[in-house]
């Protein structure tokens, strides 16, 4: 699957050994991982705030593995309007991408805006689908 993964999942994935953190190693290890320069700046500038100085290391790895693996779209949040701006990056992401599911902790910030073949998935939608 070509996936786009919303900051907040990377945030998560980094706080807890959970849910999240095996969506992303499912994510680089089985599909491909659609980013762009927005994408990357938004993980880098989160994992910079204090709050986060307890698993920032964990975190850079992360965003620094997703880096790596990931496939540059040339998308622009300008390509969409959501009710959160900073939300807009990841769906122009997937369009432009032509990702098959955005995966987000916050499916509410996109409702109604998906095209037919773009699927919003939580983390657990994602791996129960995935199994």
Do not use: W
């Not at 990357?40 to 698993?55: G, I, N, T």
Request: charged share 25%; proline share 5%; hydrophobic share 45%.
């Amino acid at each position: 699957m070509r996936l786009v993964i919303d900051c907040n999942v990377v945030v998560s994935a980094a706080l807890t050994p959970g849910t999240s953190r095996r969506v992303v190693i499912e994510a680089v290890r089985a599909h491909t991982i659609l980013i762009c320069a927005e994408i990357v700046s938004e993980y880098r500038l989160v994992a910079a705030r204090p709050k986060f100085r307890s698993c920032r290391h964990i975190l850079d790895e992360i965003i620094s593995t997703i880096e790596a693996v990931g496939v540059e779209v040339p998308a622009s949040a300008t390509q969409v309007v959501l009710p959160d701006p900073d939300d807009a990056i990841y769906l122009a992401t997937a369009v432009v991408g032509r990702a098959d599911a955005l995966i987000t902790g916050n499916t509410r910030h996109f409702t109604g805006h998906l095209g037919d073949d773009l699927q919003l998935l939580t983390p657990r939608q994602f791996l129960d689908r995935d199994r």
